[in-house]
């Protein structure tokens, strides 16, 4: 074996000074049975990996912001490969004071507050669910649900979160409002993606489908049978089927 150089001997327990060797002495030291070298290095690769992801500046906060880990828009909470994002949400801004210093209620304030943040998450590569939404305002998740529907029905958008952008539950409204859009209001992909925080690929996946519904469904195709043929979940298909029932045979009769 080569004899360790003095400077050796004189530098290398400077790497102590660093927060990965911190962390590998850490597993050393406290289960020197469990680890090998190598694995403790793996394992200090990814706790650092974590906490750089997690780490912002806060002081960069303005008042009435606060930080948030929220779910990754490109995963879901239920999934093994759940990933988190860091972002900064603005609870409270002066436009909020404002509004309700000229007598507006503090629920359709609260509107405001729900469209704001959703969007500042969704802006920063995450979504918020109504859960994360209740624990952050302290209310009930839906109640908060409700005001964000009455939000999206007065304003014509949809809101990005958890629910309508990964179908968590049966919280389908924005493939609902998709086909209403282009069977109704007559409307075209792009514009249709634009209204609905939607990309033109997913908007015309969504009409691919309905007019796999539509098809069989006017061919008197029972829903189960549908659901057989395209493999879509009954719910949605039912949504569909709404539609059809409500403006697609008007117009056919017409």
């Known amino acids: 074996m080569i004899p360790l150089s003095h400077d050796h001997h004189r530098y290398h327990s400077a790497h102590k000074r660093f927060l990965k060797p911190q962390i590998e002495n850490f597993f050393a030291t406290e289960f020197p049975n469990l680890f090998g070298p190598n694995i403790r290095n793996t394992v200090a690769d990814k706790l650092l990996e974590i906490f750089y992801a997690n780490h912002k500046n806060t002081n960069q906060l303005k008042p009435g912001q606060i930080l948030w880990n929220a779910v990754h828009k490109n995963t879901r909470a239920d999934s093994h490969k759940m990933r988190l994002v860091p972002v900064v949400l603005t609870i409270v801004n002066e436009d909020d004071i404002s509004r309700l210093e000229k007598g507006m209620k503090v629920p359709e304030a609260r ?44 304003h014509s958008k949809l809101l990005p979160h958890t629910g309508n952008m990964q179908d968590v539950g049966t919280c389908i409204t924005h493939k609902y409002q998709i086909i209403y859009k282009s069977v109704v209001e007559k409307k075209d992909p792009p514009v249709i993606a634009s209204e609905t925080n939607h990309s033109i690929r997913a908007v015309d996946n969504y009409l691919k489908d309905f007019n796999r519904v539509k098809i069989l469904y006017l061919d008197n195709k029972e829903p189960e049978y549908i659901k057989i043929v395209t493999n879509l979940p009954l719910h949605v298909i039912n949504q569909y089927i709404d539609i059809i029932n409500q403006y697609v045979k008007e117009q056919k009769v017409s």
């Open 111 to 154: 509107e405001h507050v729900i469209a704001r943040i959703t969007q500042e998450a969704y802006a920063q590569g995450a979504l918020l669910s109504m859960r994360d939404i209740g624990l952050i305002l302290t209310l009930d998740p839906s109640h908060l649900s409700h005001q964000r529907k009455k939000y999206e029905q007065i």
